[in-house]
Structure formats: C-alpha cells, structure tokens
C-alpha cells in the first residue's frame, strides 16, 4: 500500500471506530441520542461505522439501552486496545483531566465539550495528542453547537484575527433579554431561568462571567496562536446589571450583553468579560435568548459572525459527535491546531481605551457643570420615569483615567456600563 | 518513513507550495495581496511557505510587483511539475473549466471562487480530484469571505440538515436595504448600488437572481450530500419589488429579502430563490447592506447562521487563501466532500406550501367579501398613504392552489410576495 491509498479519507472499506463515553449526563446521554438517531448519515459522512462500545458513569440506568455497555471502571476503557476515540463529557477538572491524559498516552483520540479541563489543561493535552498522531478536540467547548473552533482551524487561516467578541453564555442572555422584554429586575429574572430549566440553582459560574470567561480564552488562545490563560482575564457578571440600566439602554438604541472579548491592538492583546452596551450596528445586538453568537473581525475578512445554540443537550451533543466524525477521519494523523504552548502576555486593562455609560446622583441643572468638569463635554440622558438621576456616555478613555475619574464623583456615581459602539 | 511520519499536517520541515493565480481581476489581485500581507501567520498555519509561482492574465501589468511572475500561457502552469496548487478567479465556465480540468488531471489543487464553474461542473471536477486524491476547493463560491462550506463539509457532520436560507447575494441585499432605509423605488436604488461600486453595470445575474440561484444549488448539494442542478431550481429576482411593498412590510414588521431557500419535507426536496418576508424571529431580518448570511437547521443543532461579507476583494480572496491553505496541509490526500454526483430531484415547487402577501385593487369594504370567499378569513392590511388597495396574507397553501386563486383575482392582484413566517 503506498501511503496515499492508506490515507484514512480515502478508504473504501468501511472500518468499524469504537468510541466510549465519559459520563451519561445530559451531554453524554445526547452524544448517545445523536450517534443513534443520525447513525446512517453520520457512517456515510465518516466513511466508517462508528459504534459506541461503553459508557462510562458511576451510576446505574437499569432499563436504559446503554445499560448492556455501562462500565464503572475507566480501566476497562483506557485498557481496551480497540477503542479508537474516548468522548469526555464528564465537566470539571478532576477527575476529567486524569482520564483525558490516560486515553491520549493510551493512544485515543479524545473530544470533549468540557471547557474547563480545556482552559486549564488544554495546552498539555494538545501537545500528547500532537506527539501521538491523534486529536484532542473540543469544538463543544465554546457555543454550544456553534461550529467555530473548527472554523477558526481551518476556515480563518488566511486572516489576521484582531477581534472576537462572543455572547458565550446562554443562561446570561436568556436573563438579559428577559429583564429587556418585562422590565424585570436581575434577581426576579433569575428565578425564572431557573424555573424554566435555563440556570442552574447554583448559577455562579455563569452569572458571575466565570464560564464566558473560560470560553474567550479558548477562543482567544485559538484565534492569536498563543495560550492565554483564563486566570489572566478580568471578569465582571451581570449581578449589578439593574432595569433601570436597561430602561437607559432602550432609550439611547442600545442593548445590554454579557461579553467575551479580547483584541489585539498596537499596544498589545486585551481580553474581559464584562457586560457590555452594543448598537444595532452590531450583529450581536439581535442575539437574544439562549442563543450565543460569536463575532470575529479579520484584518481581509472583516466582520464575521457565528451565530446558534449556546447550549442544551442535543445542540452540544451535536458538536461533539462532530469532533468525533472529524476524529475518525484522522485517526492516526493530527490536525493542526493554532495554539501553540507559549503564553500570550495580555495587557492590564488598566491602559485600555473604552467608553462607559455612567449614571449620576442629582438633576442635569444641578450637577451637569461638575461631570463636564471632570469627563468633558457629554449629552445627559435623563428618563422622566426615573426621577433624581441622569447618566451619561464619556468619550473613548483608558480605563485607569475613567477610574480616576469616577472616583472624584464618589457615592454620586450609581452605576457604569462599558460602550461597545 | 512510517505513513505517520509522511503525513503532511506533521511534518516539522518546512516545504515550499507552489501556486499559480488563474485571472488578475479583483479576486485574484486580492488573492496575491492577502497571501503578500499575513505571509508569516499565513505560513506558519499551513506549516510550509506558500509562494506565488505565476500569476496568468492576458493583460500585461507594467510596474506591478506581479510583472515578473507574470505568463501568458496556461501551458507554462499545467506543464511545470513544481505548480502544486491552482487559484481559479477568472469566472466564467469557459475557459475556467478546460484549465480546471487539466490541472486536476496533472495533479494539481484547485481553489476557486467561480460559483457558475462549481454549479454547472462542480460534480465532474470533484470526482477527478478524489480519482487524484488531491483537492478543488471552493469556500469563495458561496458567501464570500463566510466560512461556510468547510463547516457544511467538516462541522455539522453529526446533523441531517433539513433547511438552509440565504441571504447570498450582496448587491440585491444592498438594493433591498436602500430601498428599505430610502424609501426609494427599485430603479432608483440600482442605480445607487451601480454609482457606489455595489451592482455591476449589467446586474441581471444579481437582480433576477441568477447568481443567488447558483449559491443555493452548491450549498444545498453538500448540505444534502447530492448534486442539486441549478437549472432545476425556481428563481425570481427583486426587480418587481416596489417601495409599496417595502411600506407594507414595515407596517407589518417584517423585512423583505432576497432568499434562496432549499428544505427537505415529508414530500421530497424543494429549492427556491425568491423574494420573501421574513420577521424579526429569523436571524437573517438583521442582516443588512452588502452582507450576507446563510442560515442552517439541522435536526439535533437546531439554528444556526453564518455571517459576513458576501463580496468584496479582500473578504472572498480570504476565502480562497483559507482554501490554499487547506490544500497545501492536503497536498496528496483528498478531503471528503458531502457531495454525491447522485442528482437531487427536486419537487416542482408547484406542490410546495408557502404564505402569501397579496395586494389588491380597491377598498376593504368593496372587496373583503371577494377575498374571503376565494381565500378563507385574512386580515386585511391598509396604509393610509396608499389609497386605492390594500393587502392581506394568506394562510399556508400549495404553490398551485394559491396560483389558482389568484388567478380568480386577475387584474386586481397588484402583487404577491412569499411570507416566511
């Protein structure tokens, strides 16, 4: 055989690929659905038949069709020479990280929608599965379905990325475009997503920022080449985010998002989580709901934009049987991935430039000569369904001058929101 | 060597890519230039030094940097053995497809961004490229610089697509928002778009939706994995669309569009390019200007839409440069495409269900009765601004049905335009 004619993507002979499961929780159980309800479409795309041979869960599901395959021992999959691909969809770093590492030394490709083990360790478990000749993929890991690790591997390799700005998580959206709709306050919207199945009862992680920000620096690491690490990126949720902020965002055109950023800009890259007002000049403005979208600007390619299901079980499901079809057309072959293991120093964001919404204590008449003082000349916004306040967009600033500068209005200052336009 | 060790996406030495540029017109210029401006991140994500060999033109262009690269002659590429991969941008099918077909047959890539070439020979030429286990690749043909069809080919594998809407040609959109934003007729919106470089002097292939139609045969034949015959597809261009019908849509809160549209239903395959109304629940109603977006369901992803600029130089030599790319890390290796030479047969769209807007001669009270003894109970819609008629939307029916009943109207239907929502 030459070495063309041994080419996975050119084999005729369907083989069979043995896949295993990590974890039967809501993803895990989709990967199942998915594989099954889409069998004959997924073989024909793969060129070989892909078979799940276990499951792996510290449970039992008497009755269930994955009952027959359930093992509670990762030794008997890691053991197993005929298991060609491992999906983890356990979440968390332990004990996910020690089980990814066995299945790459043990020579498995591994695909996961688990984007903390990747923001953590990602790094490390590339690089096995680069000097094994197999994959670690985890297009699940960021939007949800959203195809855009892949896109940003393989599709956006002619451009200079110098933007991406991601709606990354679907709970915060569903929470902000509720308050945008009813009016509601933070705390009463909320418990509604949780009511309705869209947060979880402990909703920090995603409240607080903490999952977009995982997210922005596997997106970031990819679209720069370099590893940025999450711990590096300032974080702020959107618990202050208050209907009054929104009543303020409506009048001037404008919506409020939690965003995952980063730039690369003449004085170095820049990356947050923050919330965020953007204009309808901006793709991102129409994202509501669950949906996440992820912007992508490119020094040829200009604007771009992916846009689906952040989450949810079969969406997710979705992208890592996708991750798994691309594993067994290279199962002994790496495809290159643009994130190398040197660390990409992000700026403090102290020396970035932005605008902020700023809302005051007092009346236009009685406090407008101050602010000019302090930030220039500015439009006051007033509502007259909020009495005793007004607010006001600065001008472009670092954010270390706009903190020296909100100091001086001290207890007076009610609240600042970033200006994306 | 092990098979391993010969795999183009692992090999640590650098090699040097040949390629020849095919057509120095607004692409292909656009084409060396981007390869010129990121040549190092550029490189570094192909893993080898990509070099322009030649670049082929009739023309000759005294003082451009291209002079010395410059031939005249096809012979010269399709004879030199160094040439590994062929940038196709003359458009066109003759002679695109002769010097397609003979650099395929001598082993050679070809990347391209001729939508017409792709839909009428696309099926011949990505058979001779799987017989060579080599590539002809056309991420440009539909979108421009969008990443859509590696991510039809590559990322949604786990899907069975069952729809796919686009927003594909930007000069149409252009006209469409103008009008929109103007309140301008057709005829005076074209020839904005001509003045401003955004509709060709000859525009008939945007305005009757001729180039649409092409872009939605090539996205519905990977999306539904058989070749979709162009000519097989009903298409209606924006030339009857008026600045009424615009008013109308606004008062409704709905955008029209230039849609090509295909689905897979319980009766079989229909495609269609049309105008259509569409609302703010679709993420297509955003997308505005020179824009372009293409928006996919699939059966376990759900939503999903991809975004960005549909023309231009820069954006679709983007494209074609990501598809170098991808060639050069594929040299020898043929990457599976989702595309059968298996025609499609589409249904004829006469047994299609779709909505209707329908204006009509005359006053609600002259003519309600009229309307609802021919279609069922509709709301109608009148515009003070517009004395003399008014509209309605009919429920779902069969394309023939409804042809049927407007053929009851005659001369009093003033217009019809379909409503997907």
Not at 220 to 230: E, K, Q, T
Not at 369 to 387: N, Q
Request: one cysteine or more; hydrophobic letters at 40%; a negative charge.
């Amino acid at each position: 055989m030459t070495p063309v004619e041994n080419s996975d993507e050119s084999e005729d002979n369907e083989q069979m690929v043995n896949v295993a499961v990590l974890g039967y929780g809501t993803v895990g159980s989709g990967v199942v659905e998915v594989i099954n309800t889409n069998h004959d479409s997924i073989n024909k795309k793969t060129g070989d038949e892909i078979n799940i041979k276990y499951v792996l869960d510290l449970r039992d599901f008497p009755g269930d069709p994955v009952e027959k395959i359930l093992v509670h021992d990762f030794n008997t999959i890691v053991n197993d020479p005929e298991v060609d691909i491992v999906v983890e969809t356990m979440g968390g770093v332990h004990p996910a990280y020690d089980f990814t590492k066995q299945a790459l030394l043990a020579g498995k490709s591994v695909c996961t929608s688990n984007k903390e083990l990747v923001a953590s360790h990602g790094t490390e478990l590339m690089q096995i599965a680069e000097d094994k000749q197999i994959n670690y993929l985890f297009e699940a890991s960021c939007g949800g379905g959203i195809p855009i690790i892949r896109p940003l591997n393989s599709s956006l390799t002619a451009d200079e990325i110098d933007q991406i700005t991601g709606i990354l998580n679907g709970t915060t959206n569903y929470i902000l475009t509720k308050m945008t709709r009813d009016g509601s306050e933070f705390e009463d919207a909320l418990v509604e997503a949780q009511n309705n199945g869209y947060a979880e009862r402990n909703p920090e992680a995603d409240i607080e920022g903490h999952d977009a920000c995982r997210k922005i620096a596997i997106l970031s690491s990819l679209a720069y080449g370099h590893h940025v690490n999450f711990e590096d990126i300032h974080t702020e949720g959107i618990t202050k985010i208050t209907a009054t902020d929104i009543k303020y965002a409506q009048e001037i055109g404008a919506a409020i998002k939690l965003l995952g950023t980063s730039c690369k800009t003449e004085n170095g890259f820049y990356a947050m989580v923050t919330p965020g007002m953007i204009d309808p000049t901006s793709p991102l403005y129409s994202v509501n709901g669950v949906f996440n979208a992820i912007f992508v600007h490119g020094n040829v390619l200009g604007d771009a934009m992916f846009y689906g299901s952040g989450a949810g079980k079969l969406p997710t499901a979705s992208a890592v049987v996708a991750d798994v079809v691309d594993a067994a057309r290279h199962l002994h072959r790496n495809i290159m991935q643009n994130w190398s293991s040197h660390s990409l120093e992000l700026k403090d964001i102290s020396e970035m430039e932005n605008r902020f919404f700023v809302r005051v204590k007092g009346t236009v008449a009685g406090k407008i000569d101050e602010i000019t003082e302090i930030f220039g000349r500015v439009e006051p916004i007033s509502l007259p369904s909020v009495p005793g306040e007004f607010a006001f967009i600065t001008k472009s600033m670092k954010e270390a001058d706009f903190a020296a500068k909100a100091e001086k209005l001290a207890d007076d200052m009610l609240g600042r929101i970033r200006v994306f336009f």
